[in-house]
């Protein structure tokens, strides 16, 4: 299957700085990047869709000010975390797909996800 | 309103005796439907999917899982399970109108006892 890959896998950062985190397809085109974050012991929570070229969007009760997505190129997508807090200390995961729906299936690949640590 | 449901947060199961991790959606359209597993601090691996076709699925480590239509399951089951199969398990569901992404159950904590 396709390979999707994150950076960092784990970061630590104070109170009050920004987090910038990485989601690469490395060997396919992804026209849609989607990022998902888990709390421990939870599900995946999708936070936003990003399709390349275009504004993300955002799903209910997500701060897009906060977390702001970048999908400026087909193999490339970022998060940041905007004056991170220790509540925002989670599992980031980003996700990535080639193709549009248009009745057929584009499989989601997922990448091994972000440690973020807030102090 | 279109759901995943996991019903079991927990399944403890005595190594090599069968497991089933039972799933349940709800949808006014057509699905494609997946089990995932995620091992401690580790991203997810996709263990099976049904598109179409055979309603019987089988996939990676010797699971498998069933589509049932009428009773909107698709529940994954391993006949002899391993202590290595210790892990947790997402059930997801692609609703099939436009370009929607996976949405995840909550989660099934598999527990394989010695």
């Known amino acids: 299957g396709a390979v999707v890959s994150q950076h960092p896998s784990w970061v630590i950062c104070k109170s009050g700085t920004s987090v910038k985190i990485e989601c690469r397809s490395l060997?396919?085109?992804?026209?849609?990047m989607f990022w998902y974050r888990q709390f421990p012991k939870q599900s995946l929570m999708l936070m936003a869709t990003s399709n390349e070229g275009s504004k993300a969007t955002y799903e209910q009760g997500v701060e897009k000010d906060k977390f702001l997505i970048n999908h400026a190129s087909l193999t490339l997508s970022t998060l940041t975390v905007t004056s991170a807090h220790p509540e925002d200390s989670s599992f980031y995961i980003c996700s990535a797909r080639s193709g549009t729906s248009g009745g057929s299936y584009n499989e989601q690949f997922f990448g091994p996800g972000t440690r973020l640590t807030v102090l | 309103a279109q759901s995943v449901t996991q019903l079991d947060s927990q399944v403890p199961v005595f190594e090599e005796a069968p497991v089933e991790l039972r799933c349940n959606y709800s949808s006014s359209v057509s699905v494609y439907l997946f089990w995932y597993v995620q091992y401690p601090n580790q991203g997810l691996q996709l263990l099976l999917k049904?598109?179409?076709?055979?309603?019987l699925v089988k996939g990676i480590n010797g699971f498998e899982a069933e589509f049932n239509k009428s009773q909107t399951s698709f529940h994954l089951r391993k006949p002899s399970v391993h202590i290595s199969d210790t892990a947790e398990y997402f059930c997801?569901?692609?609703?099939?109108?436009?370009?929607?992404?996976?949405?995840f159950g909550k989660g099934t904590r598999l527990s394989v006892i010695a």
């Open positions: 997801a569901v692609i609703f099939r109108s436009g370009n929607t992404p996976l949405v």
């Open positions: 049904y598109l179409s076709g055979s309603t």
């Open positions: 060997d396919f085109q992804a026209t849609t």
